[in-house]
């Protein structure tokens, strides 16, 4: 059983370098077309704010259809996404695009984290996350740098993201995950006994719908959903306005995608030891060093960016951070919610943190590109320099 949800982590984990490569290419297109980084902004927020909207539904959706129809469901609304982007060139149709990606990356994101928290050892709830997010880190900095290194224009880029797009949806489908199985009685299961893809993660789901709903998962722990919010802004909201605002700088398409990809790498680099500090800290102090981590870099961003001969070290440094902790708050928020929730309600539990992540990345783009637009890099500044406050309080609360 394990050995196929970790075959769902890698089709999961194609979607994700899929969209590290085209989101960049998007942000800089629309830039190139006179667009505002406020625009822009609102454009990114599109697919987290169908995530945020959906996700409290998904525990409940999943008891209905099964957990495996859902999941392959998203994965292909996020291929006719990808589709959109290459062959409309309209920014409406853009937005549409981006709706159908949402609503897909809702089912799919919820889907691999539940499986994910529900199977992983007790003992090694850290380890098993801290490699997932590892590898989704990997795909976020590989994604924005391969257009770059294989000299590709950017509907090349979008055209190869489908492709990729695609391929998730075949690896997904060989598992057999469509065998969905969702009338079954919730704990009818025999745990010892061989059973199909869908066997187990079609009930989880439906126990946690019966027992548990995302508001009632959020109300006990709702400074860890502050915390993911956090994460969600400085990972998530980030990457575009930071690519627009490279490119609004002066710098090619394959350097403003090199600062979303450096973002990528620091989530990369950052999650396995996030997770591995999980299981041998005390939360309190790992959320606490996370908040005084973001708090320097965006003191660094504050000095930096007056300073026109250091500039792009400095946004490359703070991307680093940024992407790094940023990934790393999520990875440690669902850790927790392994130790807080039992397996009946994990589900409920993992969609508050997400519906938190994703609506950090939905304020994210929005608030930071309008920050960046009327206040410049101080304003910036400022805003990011109040979440990283909120992190280090909100520690306090962790035990």
């Known amino acids: 059983m394990l050995r196929r949800v970790w075959q769902i982590a890698a089709s999961t984990t194609l979607v994700v370098s899929s969209f590290a490569m085209f989101g960049p290419v998007l942000a800089v297109l629309l830039q190139q077309r006179g667009h505002s980084t406020t625009v822009i902004g609102g454009f990114a927020m599109i697919t987290f704010a169908c995530v945020a909207l959906l996700i409290p539904f998904m525990p409940r959706v999943?008891?209905?259809?099964?957990?495996?129809?859902?999941?392959?469901?998203?994965?292909?609304?996020?291929?006719?996404?990808t589709v959109g982007y290459a062959v409309f060139d309209t920014f409406a149709l853009w937005c549409a695009s981006a709706v159908m990606?949402?609503?897909?990356?809702?089912a799919v994101w919820n889907a691999t984290e539940?499986?994910?928290a529900e199977h992983a050892p007790p003992d090694q709830r850290g380890h098993v996350m801290g490699l997932y997010q590892t590898a989704l880190g990997a795909a976020l900095a590989a994604g924005p740098f391969v257009p770059a290194a294989l000299h590709w224009s950017a509907q090349t880029t979008l055209v190869v993201a489908a492709i990729v797009q695609f391929a998730a949806l075949v690896l997904a489908a060989s598992t057999g995950i469509v065998r969905a199985h969702p009338s079954r009685p919730a704990l009818a299961v025999d745990n010892d006994a061989p059973r199909n893809m869908d066997a187990l993660p079609v009930n989880a789901p439906q126990v946690a719908a019966q027992t548990m709903g995302t508001w009632q998962?959020?109300?006990p722990v709702p400074y860890l959903v502050g915390i993911a919010f956090v994460g969600g802004v400085f990972e998530a909201g980030l990457s575009s306005i930071?690519?627009?605002?490279?490119a609004a700088q002066g710098l090619s398409m394959a350097a403003a995608a090199s600062i979303v990809g450096v973002l990528g790498l620091g989530s990369f680099a950052f999650q396995y030891p996030a997770g591995m500090a999980a299981d041998r800290f005390a939360p309190r102090y790992v959320f606490s060093v996370a908040g005084i981590a973001l708090l320097l870099s965006v003191m660094l961003l504050a000095w930096g960016t007056q300073q026109a001969s250091t500039q792009l070290w400095v946004l490359w440094a703070c991307a680093l951070v940024w992407g790094g902790v940023g990934g790393a708050l999520y990875t440690l928020t669902m850790i927790r919610v392994a130790h807080h929730f039992s397996a009946a309600t994990v589900a409920a539990g993992t969609a508050a943190m997400i519906t938190?992540?994703?609506?950090?990345?939905?304020v994210g783009p929005v608030v930071s590109g309008a920050s960046l637009q009327y206040a410049g890099s101080l304003g910036l500044s400022l805003w990011l320099g109040i979440l990283s406050l909120a992190v280090v309080a909100l520690a306090r609360r962790s035990h």
């Open 356 to 362: 938190g992540y994703t609506l950090g990345g939905a």
């Open 217 to 219: 998962a959020l109300c």
């Open 242 to 246: 930071s690519a627009a605002n490279g």
């Open 101 to 106: 990606g949402g609503i897909g990356a809702a």
């Open 62 to 81: 999943f008891a209905r259809f099964g957990i495996g129809r859902c999941y392959l469901l998203g994965l292909v609304l996020q291929t006719l996404c």
């Open 114 to 116: 539940a499986l994910l």
